[in-house]
């Protein structure tokens, strides 16, 4: 059963629009959440993370936010941008490990 | 910096034969990872060490998976036999433990078995 669950497959957006990518967990134990942009052809880089004692954080165009009792956490990218169309990882640690468990990811595409 | 090395990066054999996948992780990091990236089952994580040690191995899915780490700066993942199943593009990742979480990936190995 997949602990991290990343429910849309793909994702289409206009270029300077807002892109939102959703992530949900089962394991109430996760305690740090990152996300990973993929290009084709090349490994996953990483993006942004949070803590799960924070419910925001903030790096440029890219936030990412977590709702604990929802076990739910988003990604919005403003504006979106052409070089933004990736597959994009959502990723959990539970117990100070560093032992990630992977979404299966989201392709977004930014239409210019 | 050159990033995490992997090699090599394509390879075609066929079932019953060894596949020994190759990875020089980013100079100074201390934990390294093997990732595999399927269709069906997305990106999962295979083993990793921290300081050369295997801490979890778990996530290999039989004994024909073994890896090692002979040294801060190499590590091999080998299938042997190597079956049509085992297809798809496996990732080393390292990091550096004290610094945080962040893994930088390698640009990956794909694999195909026929």
């Known amino acids: 059963d997949q602990q991290v669950k990343q429910n849309s497959p793909s994702l289409s957006v206009q270029e300077g629009r807002i892109s939102i990518l959703n992530c949900d967990y089962t394991?109430?134990?996760?305690?740090?959440f990152l996300w990973y942009k993929k290009y084709p052809a090349e490994g996953p880089t990483f993006l942004i993370s949070?803590?799960?004692?924070?419910d925001k954080n903030e790096d440029g165009r890219f936030t990412v936010f977590l709702n604990k009792s929802a076990k739910h956490l988003s990604l919005h990218i403003v504006p979106s941008q052409p070089g933004d169309s990736a597959v994009y990882f959502c990723?959990?640690?539970?117990?100070?490990?560093?032992?990630?468990?992977f979404g299966p990811g989201t392709r977004l595409s930014v239409l210019p | 910096d050159a990033g995490v090395i992997q090699s090599p990066r394509h390879e075609v054999t066929e079932m019953g034969q060894e596949v020994t996948l190759r990875c020089k992780p980013i100079?100074?990091?201390?934990?390294l990872f093997w990732y595999r990236q399927t269709m069906m089952r997305g990106l999962e994580l295979l083993i990793y060490?921290?300081?050369?040690?295997?801490?979890?191995d778990s996530g290999m899915p039989e004994d024909r998976f073994s890896a090692k780490m002979p040294n801060a700066s190499f590590s091999t993942l080998k299938i042997q036999p190597s079956e049509p199943r085992d297809s798809a593009v496996y990732f080393c990742?390292?990091?550096?433990?004290?610094?945080?979480?962040?893994?930088?990936f390698g640009p990956g190995t794909r694999l195909t078995v026929t």
């Open positions: 990742a390292s990091s550096l433990r004290e610094q945080g979480y962040e893994q930088y």
């Open positions: 394991n109430s134990m996760f305690d740090y």
């Open positions: 949070i803590s799960s004692i924070k």
């Open positions: 990723a959990a640690r539970a117990d100070y490990g560093q032992n990630f468990v």
């Open positions: 100079s100074g990091h201390n934990s």
């Open positions: 060490f921290n300081n050369n040690v295997p801490i979890d």
